[in-house]
């Protein structure tokens, strides 16, 4: 889709909130450029200026305007170009308000878990536990579909596809297998990186392993 709009992603390569930023993108068709922020430095001016209360990535900037916070973002891009793009979010408010409660699951329960596997040293074995339960979760929500909202790649499948980026990384780094635990899950998870606009627009997970590897080492983590 060719679109006139000045559109401007603040995010950084690894990041799985900036990464769903890049799908919801991608997979309406728009052109942006991005404004590379490393997460081992002092936050840039720009990022303190356009997000000043949390002061976090992503941030896209839409004619001028910042909208912040990676589901917030997905969610403007489909209301913002809805005229001949393929939708993220489903019609049916039911449908919409399944979708952003399993989003909010994944930030609050999953993610927290996902950080603590290679972030912190000695947390590994309960956050692999915690991890699990919540990917299980998810896999029981997916059921039988091929995609969770089903047909079709959407909005459930970008808030979580990032994750799933990082799973060679989680499991590196807790000596895990996900697939033993959640086959469903991987298997979704290689028919979505099949989709053009989703392996086009995500590092491959092994490059993800090496840019966790070297922000830990950077860190001293």
């Known amino acids: 889709m060719e679109n006139s709009d000045d559109l401007v992603l603040l995010d950084s390569p690894g ?23 490393d997460l081992t430095q002092s936050k840039s001016s720009l990022l303190l200026k356009v997000n000043p209360v949390h002061k976090k990535i992503p941030v896209l900037i839409h004619n001028g305007k910042p909208i912040c916070e990676s589901l917030i973002i997905v969610e403007y891009i489909d209301e913002a170009w809805n005229d001949g793009c393929r939708p993220l979010l489903p019609s049916d408010p039911y449908q919409r308000a399944n979708a952003k409660f399993w989003a909010d699951f994944i930030d609050k ?26 990917i299980k979760m998810l896999e029981g929500e997916l059921k039988s579909k091929p995609y969770f909202g089903g047909e079709s790649l959407s909005f459930l499948d970008i808030a979580f596809l990032p994750c799933y980026y990082w799973f060679h990384a989680f499991e590196n780094f807790g000596k895990f297998s996900i697939e033993a635990e959640c086959p469903k899950l991987v298997a979704w998870g290689k028919r979505c990186m099949e989709e053009e606009f989703v392996h086009t627009s995500l590092p491959h997970p092994h490059k993800i392993y090496d840019l966790a590897v070297e922000y830990k080492n950077k860190m001293g983590i």
Do not use: Y
Request: proline share 4%; aromatic share 8%.
């Open 109 to 134: 329960k999953v993610s927290p878990a996902s950080d603590k596997l290679w972030e912190i040293e000695g947390e590994q074995q309960a956050a692999k536990k915690e991890f699990i339960e919540g």
């Open 15 to 37: 990041s799985p909130f900036g990464m769903r930023a890049r799908l919801a993108l991608a997979a309406k068709g728009l052109k942006f450029r991005t404004e590379l922020e």
